[in-house]
Antibody, heavy 119, light 108 residues
Framework: QVQLVQSGTEVKEPGASVKVSCKTS????????ISWVRQAPGQGLEWMGW????????NQAQKFQGRVTMTIDTSTTTAYMELRSLRSDDTALYFC????????????WGQGTLVTVSS | DIQMTQSPNSLSASVGDSVTITCRAS??????LNWYQQRPGKAPDLLIY???SLQSGVPSRFSGSGSGTDFTLTISGLQPEDFATYYC??????????FGGGTKVQIK
């Protein structure tokens, strides 16, 4: 069965970086992409960007450009999202999700990784 | 970027009721519209993709319709497990993907 398992809770100080991992299984990793979506406490869903599992190409929402890096490791079928220069408003639950690509949809989701930014 | 506007923000209904949630896109997105259900503290679940296609394993009481800029999600015969927050999302290209603000379905 398709599974996406994310790394655990992180607590960071303002200005630091965080790297979240997303280990996938149960499907052909290179056939799909991975989107990253975050949700601040009590708020809605915000798409951050996506990366192709085939060639590592992708794009990010303009809001995060220059501050986020998305990578993949096809040998371990794992995706990573690194967010730098953390601020308090980056406190959120971060999800990875399987992405069917352009004009398509995202279906299976990871369990979420809580990132708290606080001094 | 394409903006997605959902209405209402919240609604109260009883078990067995039928409810309709609407989603409007700021431009024509053809049928590139998906619906998700999210329960508190959980990841979203895909319900409907391409405006009207039911995701495998999703009960048939969920249905979607619309094209262009106006879309609806209908739940026919609410069940206790349906009390959750629902989000629409457009997947028109080029990206970014954008979500609606969500509709919380509460028990009356």
């Amino acid at each position: 069965q398709v599974q996406l398992v994310q790394s655990g809770t992180e607590v960071k100080e303002p200005g630091a970086s965080v790297k979240v991992s997303c280990k996938t299984s149960g499907y052909t990793f290179t056939t799909y992409g991975i989107s990253w979506v975050r949700q601040a406490p009590g708020q809605g869903l915000e798409w951050m960007g996506w990366i192709s599992g085939y060639n590592g190409n992708g794009n990010q929402a303009q809001k995060f450009q220059g501050r986020v890096t998305m990578t993949i490791d096809t040998s371990t079928t794992t995706a990573y999202m690194e967010l730098r220069s953390l601020r308090s408003d980056d406190t959120a639950l971060y999800f990875c999700a399987r992405d069917h690509g352009e004009y398509a949809y995202i279906d299976y989701w990871g369990q979420g990784t809580l990132v708290t930014v606080s001094s | 970027d394409i903006q997605m506007t959902q209405s209402p923000n919240s609604l109260s209904a009883s078990v067995g009721d039928s409810v309709t949630i609407t989603c409007r896109a700021s431009q024509n997105i053809r049928n590139y519209l998906n619906w998700y259900q999210q329960r508190p503290g959980k990841a979203p679940d895909l319900l409907i993709y391409s405006a009207s296609s039911l995701q495998s394993g999703v009960p048939s009481r969920f249905s979607g319709s619309g094209s262009g800029t106006d879309f609806t999600l209908t739940i026919s015969g609410l069940q206790p497990e349906d009390f959750a927050t629902y989000y629409c999302q457009q997947s028109y290209s080029p990206r970014p993907l954008t979500f609606g603000g969500g509709t919380k379905v509460q028990i009356k």
